[in-house]
């Protein structure tokens, strides 16, 4: 039921709009004066404010913007004995739904009420849309239980809290645009915009319109200006994804946005002035390429002020589990069907396998076996052959070259699940330390 708060200093006003209010099945509640509206107000939020232009310890066009600062999604309609414009427009400006005239607000109240309450209505809606979003971009939805990536998550909560320029690394597919979201929405420019762009899927010109925007005439069919990326998130954040990939050219102008906070439009003359975030990502060893004369010194030394290293799956396999668990839920709820399990074998082979394209390329496989699936457990069947080969390998008659294999693999494994302790390792495999130590010199296993 929604709330309707009537403050008005004539009792006989409010006892009349009361009546007439809750007639239509609203919950009313009223108050005599400014002082008292706010005490309600901290007990119970209200929808719509009704409330006089003239009140005993406040003028209603000033308190109007003062309840919008505090209760944003309120709306206030404002009742005046005698109305002027100058103060009707400094109601709007405050923020108030309306303003209008005693006298008049008989036939107008109810139907302006409803449209009040109807623009509250989808300003709590897009809030919790918002609140959904910033949940399923958090740290707290990451999935993961193994050191490294609790390691990282730690690291990714402390540079949120501040307004550094970060450089995510890592393989293709480990979550760097999760983690990039998720360091947004931490920080404080989370009710901002967060705008991601891959640097590598335009060529170089079609890049720099996308980043900067344009003015009319810069180019044929520029009829009118155009906003980049960079001033569509002023006071948010920029997400520059595969930043490797992006032309030596552009880069000079990268480095004076985070330089200068300023850049030149494409066919300007006049600097435009920003506020980003940018965080960017690579799966690219942005060293190698300053050596090799692709990527400028001077911007990575900008961009790498925090870097932040996020594993492989292949690093992580104590989360294959959870991971799997996770999609097969999505994938079950969007096929309707009633899968629960993964079979011990495909278990096992996910475990088992090298994962090139990480947590991506996991996602893809586990929809992959659920559209196959036909009973309530995802079984080996289901999965690629490459992965079916990888989980049979030990069942074979081994040769001693194929034994060793399978020993550096088993070692390899075990060594990744005790995130790379090795007296734990030792333990785990129930051998001497000094026993695990030669074998891993013996293998080459780092």
Avoid at 92 to 109: C, E, L, P, S, V
Avoid at 185 to 210: P, T, W
Avoid at 276 to 291: K, M, S
Avoid at 364 to 387: F, G, K, M, Q, Y
Wanted: proline share 2%; aromatic share 6%; glycine share 6%.
């Amino acid at each position: 039921m929604p709330k309707v708060l009537i403050i008005d200093d004539e009792e006989k006003i409010r006892t009349l709009l009361a009546r007439i209010i809750s007639l239509e099945g609203f919950e009313v509640a009223e108050a005599g004066d400014a002082k008292t509206a706010f005490k309600k107000l901290e007990t119970a939020e209200a929808d719509v404010i009704i409330c006089d232009v003239k009140l005993p310890d406040a003028s209603g066009v000033t308190l109007a913007g003062t309840i919008k600062e505090k209760y944003p999604v309120t709306e206030i309609i404002l009742l005046t004995a005698y109305g002027n414009i100058p103060d009707g427009v400094q109601a709007i400006k405050n923020g108030a739904f309306d303003y209008i005239t005693k006298g008049d607000d008989n036939n107008r109240i109810i139907p302006l009420l409803y449209k009040a309450v109807e623009k509250v209505t989808l300003a709590k809606r897009v809030l919790q849309l918002e609140k959904q979003l910033g949940n399923k971009y958090s740290f707290d939805t990451i999935i993961g239980r193994s050191k490294l990536i609790k390691a990282a998550i730690e690291s990714g909560r402390k540079v949120a809290a501040t307004d550094a320029t970060v450089l995510l690394t890592g393989e293709t597919g480990t979550g760097k645009e999760v983690f990039a979201q998720a360091i947004h929405n931490a920080g404080s420019r989370s009710k901002q915009n967060f705008i991601a762009v891959n640097c590598s899927a335009f060529s170089k010109e079609l890049l720099e319109n996308e980043l900067f925007g344009h003015k009319a005439g810069a180019f044929t069919g520029a009829i009118k200006d155009s906003k980049g990326i960079f001033e569509e998130a002023s006071n948010g954040t920029v997400f520059l994804d595969e930043i490797g990939e992006m032309p030596l050219e552009l880069q000079a102008k990268l480095l004076r946005v985070l330089e200068t906070g300023e850049f030149l439009k494409v066919g300007d003359s006049k600097s435009t002035r920003i506020n980003v975030r940018i965080i960017a990502a690579t799966n690219r060893n942005l060293q190698d390429e300053i050596t090799a004369g692709n990527f400028r010194e001077d911007l990575y030394y900008r961009i790498a002020v925090f870097q932040l290293a996020l594993p492989a799956l292949r690093e992580r396999i104590v989360d294959i589990e959870d991971l799997a668990t996770h999609f097969l839920q999505l994938f079950a709820r969007k096929t309707n069907k009633k899968i629960t399990a993964m079979a011990p074998a495909y278990l096992a082979a996910l475990q088992q396998h090298h994962w090139k394209g990480n947590i991506r390329e996991l996602k893809n496989v586990i929809e992959r076996s659920t559209i196959l699936t036909d009973s309530h457990e995802l079984n080996i069947s289901t999965l690629p052959a490459e992965l079916q080969h990888s989980n049979t390998t030990g069942s074979k008659n081994l040769s001693a070259f194929e034994l060793a294999s399978a020993e550096k693999i088993h070692i390899q494994k075990v060594l990744n699940y005790a995130n790379g302790n090795k007296t734990e390792t030792a333990r785990l495999l129930n051998i001497a330390l000094t026993t695990l130590y030669r074998k891993l010199e013996e293998y080459q296993i780092q």
